[in-house]
């Protein structure tokens, strides 16, 4: 994970800090100075805290069963998986502590139709795009 500074005025580049996550990387997603990062390869989904001095910090590696998209709304993590032999495609939620890691064990998790690609939210209600139907 590396992190860039942003010129206000161009738009330019600045490589300012980097952190080793896992392989490969997938999909990333932020929440207030905490960012999650989804592996795939490794089969985790991994907190890290980008600190006021422009450190990144690790706070928490969790491994996730088939892992696949990811998305944050600061009081939960969402982590939806392509499903297995023993598990069907799903999405947990996972609670956020204030202190940016979240919940190893799922508050709940919702079956879904296909392996689930990609996930944002708004008010209320997630968004996901799965391989498969949902419900019409």
Request: glycine share 12%; aromatic share 4%.
């Given at each position: ?44 989904v991994r907190a890290v805290r980008a ?86």
């Amino acid at each position: 994970l590396q992190q860039f500074v942003i010129e206000a005025s161009n738009g330019d580049l600045t490589a300012t800090a980097n952190v080793p996550i896992g392989a490969p990387p997938h999909a990333m997603v932020s929440s207030d100075s905490t960012l999650y990062v989804l592996s795939r390869g490794s089969a985790d989904v991994r907190a890290v805290r980008a600190e006021l001095d422009g450190r990144l910090t690790s706070l928490q590696t969790t491994a996730m069963d088939t892992p696949s998209a990811i998305d944050a709304t600061g009081t939960h993590l969402y982590v939806g998986s392509a499903g297995s032999t023993s598990v069907p495609p799903r999405i947990c939620a996972h609670v956020v502590g204030t202190d940016g890691t979240f919940d190893v064990a799922p508050a709940g998790c919702v079956n879904v139709a296909g392996a689930v690609q990609a996930m944002a939210h708004g008010p209320g209600v997630l968004f996901v795009l799965s391989r498969g139907a949902g419900p019409s």
